[in-house]
């Protein structure tokens, strides 16, 4: 046994059966997989799950279920806290984020304008016109943009007076 895998959903341990077949060939032919014997599978899900090739065409494998790990966990006066993200102290996955967005932005407006779309003035004058309308959002709500709206609600918000279509 290589340790323990998570199994979500069936789907999870049809692959995790692919998987460790394939991982396993030199006790099995090619042929064999798909074919090998793995028995009923698990109760229920989530699991965790290990297994070995016991013969040839044969899976032997071990199971640890919710209330598995719970009594595990009690015996061991392990404190049971639901999961939560992880507070970052940093913000350098957002850094990263924004670093590239910025680097795309930029070469976006460079190609614009190194094919004729665009030129440099025209496309300053445009930024700081949407800046300033971005930034009389912000001001007069605080609850910016909502992320559940769709583009065509958010630039309803920004440009009251056009008909924004999200067909268009």
């Given at each position: 046994?290589?340790?323990?895998?998570?199994?979500?959903?069936?789907?999870?341990?049809?692959?995790?059966?692919?998987?460790?077949?394939?991982?396993?060939?030199?006790?099995?032919?090619?042929?064999?997989?798909?074919?090998?014997?793995?028995?009923?599978?698990?109760?229920?899900?989530?699991?965790?799950?290990?297994?070995?090739?016991?013969?040839?065409?044969?899976?032997?494998?071990?199971?640890?279920?919710?209330?598995?790990?719970?009594?595990?966990?009690?015996?061991?006066?392990?404190?049971?806290?639901?999961?939560?993200p992880?507070?970052?102290?940093?913000?350098?996955?957002?850094?990263?984020?924004?670093?590239?967005?910025?680097?795309?932005?930029?070469?976006?407006?460079?190609?614009?304008?190194?094919?004729?779309?665009?030129?440099p003035?025209?496309?300053?004058?445009?930024?700081?016109?949407?800046?300033?309308?971005?930034?009389?959002?912000?001001?007069?709500?605080?609850?910016?943009?909502?992320?559940?709206?769709?583009?065509?609600?958010?630039?309803?918000?920004?440009?009251?007076?056009?008909?924004c279509?999200?067909?268009?």
């Amino acid at each position: 046994m290589a340790g323990m895998t998570l199994l979500r959903n069936a789907e999870d341990w049809n692959s995790y059966k692919l998987k460790t077949e394939r991982d396993n060939q030199s006790n099995t032919t090619q042929s064999d997989i798909g074919n090998i014997n793995w028995g009923t599978g698990p109760a229920q899900y989530p699991c965790l799950v290990a297994s070995t090739m016991a013969a040839p065409m044969r899976a032997i494998s071990c199971y640890v279920y919710l209330g598995d790990a719970q009594t595990l966990a009690a015996a061991s006066n392990l404190k049971i806290v639901p999961a939560t993200p992880a507070d970052r102290q940093d913000n350098h996955t957002t850094h990263d984020f924004e670093k590239h967005v910025a680097a795309m932005l930029m070469t976006i407006a460079d190609e614009l304008a190194a094919v004729g779309i665009t030129n440099p003035k025209r496309f300053e004058d445009s930024f700081a016109k949407h800046l300033q309308i971005v930034d009389q959002y912000h001001e007069a709500d605080k609850e910016a943009i909502n992320t559940s709206e769709s583009a065509s609600g958010v630039m309803r918000k920004l440009y009251p007076n056009d008909n924004c279509d999200e067909s268009a």
